[in-house]
């Protein structure tokens, strides 16, 4: 069974930095592709950003592109987001996903496994 473990959220002021780490176990890491996504309150899930299972394709949310970025260590079964530049309207509960499709998805059905959440706060 996958496992993913995500750690790294917290409060912080509008135009600091979060750096969010996700954990993986129990799946063949290298070939999942990996999301973060986030879930503020009364809202929607929403896609944040994504990378493939080389690292070569990533794709993100017009929201954040820019300010977020999305990095994998395979090695370490590990996938990362750096938040800068943050903004209030990033406070929510950020998750992280994996999926079998090859291509990166911004569709949270098309994730087959999923975190616990961290909560990140940005206060303005």
């Known amino acids: 069974q996958v496992q993913l473990v995500e750690s790294g959220g917290g409060s912080v002021q509008a135009g600091g930095s979060l750096r969010l780490s996700c954990a993986a176990s129990?799946?063949?890491?290298?070939?999942?592709?990996m999301g973060w996504f986030r879930q503020a309150p009364g809202k929607e899930r929403e896609f944040v950003a994504g990378?493939?299972?080389?690292?070569?394709?990533?794709n993100y949310a017009d929201s954040v592109k820019g300010r977020f970025t999305i990095s994998r260590v395979n090695a370490k079964n590990t996938v990362i987001l750096q938040m800068n530049s943050l903004i209030s309207e990033d406070t929510a509960v950020y998750y992280c996903?994996?999926?079998?499709?090859?291509?990166?998805?911004?569709?949270?059905?098309?994730?087959?496994?999923w975190g616990q959440g961290t909560q990140v706060t940005v206060s303005s």
């Open positions: 996903a994996a999926s079998w499709i090859v291509r990166v998805s911004t569709t949270r059905a098309q994730y087959d496994y």
């Open positions: 129990g799946g063949s890491f290298n070939y999942f592709t």
């Open positions: 990378i493939s299972w080389s690292g070569g394709g990533t």
